[in-house]
């Protein structure tokens, strides 16, 4: 459209020319702080667990709940708010989960038995599973197509901050006492208020006000990202996907959409059956067992494994709009199957690997930070249709949360059963399966719109165009 046109339009007349990167960058970050603060409720209690369990006597079905009801809240939290971030709006529920956090935080921290412990930790569960839904969603609606993968991962790197935050606390206050993991568990407080009155200044994401007819405020939002210009393009496809939206869930058992979802639900539950969250919530109890030594020593491993993990993802939030999601994942899982042998190894016949365990582990949390981990929120975050997205992310994080409690439930069962080799090499054999499934079935969707993605589904859709990276989008 020329100038000219534009300045005949009043509402036209008032939009940026240009859009802020700087502005995109504030907005996705302060979403995705509810990244940062389900790292640390999911992370923190590997090092306060080894003190609850001695203090409340737990036995080992009980440790094992204590850790995995918070992913049984994660699963009722993400079940019920597909529909009600479809009904009232990204930034409201996110508001919601920041209380959560902060609820939680205080419960857990003055919980007086295993009961009140284990409440309080299913009510962080919800603002967890929430959080993990909602922020990446957010985040891909308000994000253009070229940095919309980066901005993504941005989520995720969040989340392994707030991991290693909850690695580092840990360990800090191991030797404050008998209480010291009550003071582990406040720690998260203050991140989870600061969160709550951040969400205040930001602006509803610009896909969820077109599907309410409030095109007036999403076409401001989006030309304060891209420009005006940006703005008119992207609301026009917006629109049109949203008018060939049937709005209701069965939409995705509709040929063409029916293998989107087969993907985000497989590829949330794969990210899960690999492990992570045994080497997460249980890194001082493996460290431990291999004859690392004191309880500090484990911990400061654990933060080892943290640091790892955020360096990680610093390199695929570098390269997945650059390399793709589909050769990040290709690489980091079969990376993560090689480390799983090689873990499973080092204790076969019953030996102590002591620190040399920490080799297999933190290369298997390098594969993890460059692919699954990061990509899969980027995968699901993007392959719905708008009109549904919310509640189509909700199948596939309900079902991410309940393999991640069968997971981390499992797992002290099992080793105090067959020790830690073959939980190992069962997580390697997912891995495998991981890599055949992402090679034979999931698309790239690097530099493509929501619109175009979605689209894609269509019977008629076919393969991706290839579009040419510019210098600007290199940038």
């Known amino acids: 459209m020329p100038e000219e046109a534009k300045m005949e339009t009043p509402e036209l007349a008032a939009l940026p020319e240009h859009g802020s990167r700087g502005y995109v960058y504030v907005v996705c970050t302060v ?24 203090q409340f006597g737990l036995t080992s079905f009980e440790k094992g709940f204590v850790v995995a009801s918070v992913l049984i809240g994660c699963a009722v939290g993400v079940a019920a708010v597909g529909s009600l971030c479809d009904r009232f709006g990204r930034k409201k529920i996110l508001i919601a989960a920041a209380g959560f956090f902060v609820v939680s935080a205080l419960g857990c921290a003055v919980a007086r038995n295993f009961m009140e412990l284990t409440v309080a930790r299913f009510i962080g569960g919800l603002a967890v599973g929430v959080a993990s839904m909602v922020s990446p969603m957010y985040i891909a609606e308000i994000a253009p197509a070229r940095i919309r993968g980066r901005l993504v991962v941005l989520n995720q790197m969040t989340i392994v901050c707030g991991i290693l935050c909850a690695n580092m606390t840990n360990w800090a206050l191991e030797g404050t006492g008998v ?27 610009p896909r969820w006000l077109a599907k309410q007819g409030r095109l007036k405020e ?16 992207e609301l026009g496809e917006i629109r049109e996907a949203i008018a060939h939206e049937a709005g209701s869930v069965l939409q995705l058992l509709r040929p063409g959409l029916r293998l989107a979802l087969v993907i985000g639900v497989v590829m949330a539950i794969l990210q899960q059956i690999t492990g992570i969250n045994t080497v997460i919530y249980y890194a001082p109890d493996i460290f431990l067992g291999a004859g690392v030594g004191s309880d500090s020593a484990a911990l400061l491993a654990t933060v080892g494994v943290g640091i790892v993990n955020v360096i990680s993802t610093i390199v695929a939030l570098a390269a997945v709009d650059k390399v793709g999601r589909r050769l990040l994942m290709l690489i980091g899982t ?15 016949g019953g030996r ?13 949390i390098t594969s993890f930070g460059i692919g699954l981990g990061p990509v899969v929120w980027v995968v699901i975050a993007e392959i719905f249709p708008t009109r549904i997205r919310g509640r189509a992310m909700a199948i596939a994080t309900v079902s991410l949360w309940i393999a991640c409690f069968a997971v981390a439930q499992s797992f002290p069962p099992l080793i105090k059963a067959v020790g830690f080799t073959w939980p190992f090499w069962g997580y390697a054999v997912m891995c495998v399966l991981t890599v055949l499934f992402v090679a034979a079935i999931v698309p790239e969707t690097k530099g493509k719109t929501l619109e175009e993605i979605e689209k894609f589904w269509e ?12 210098e600007e989008e290199q940038a």
């Open 31 to 54: 979403a995705a702080v509810g990244g940062l603060l389900f790292g640390f409720d999911t992370a923190v209690i590997s090092g306060a667990i080894v003190f609850v369990e001695r």
């Open 179 to 205: 209480h010291n993991w009550r003071y582990m568990f406040l720690a998260e407080a203050p991140g989870a208020a600061l969160f709550f009155f951040a969400l205040f200044i930001v602006p509803e994401s």
């Open 218 to 233: 999403a076409l401001g939002i989006l030309a304060r990202v891209g420009g005006w210009r940006h703005a008119q393009l």
């Open 334 to 348: 079969s990376g993560m199957a090689v480390s799983l042998f090689f873990a499973g190894l080092s204790f076969h």
């Open 352 to 364: 102590s690997p002591g620190v040399f365990v920490l080799i297999p582990i933190l290369c298997y």
């Open 459 to 470: 019977p008629a859709g076919g393969a991706f165009p290839v579009v040419p990276v510019t």
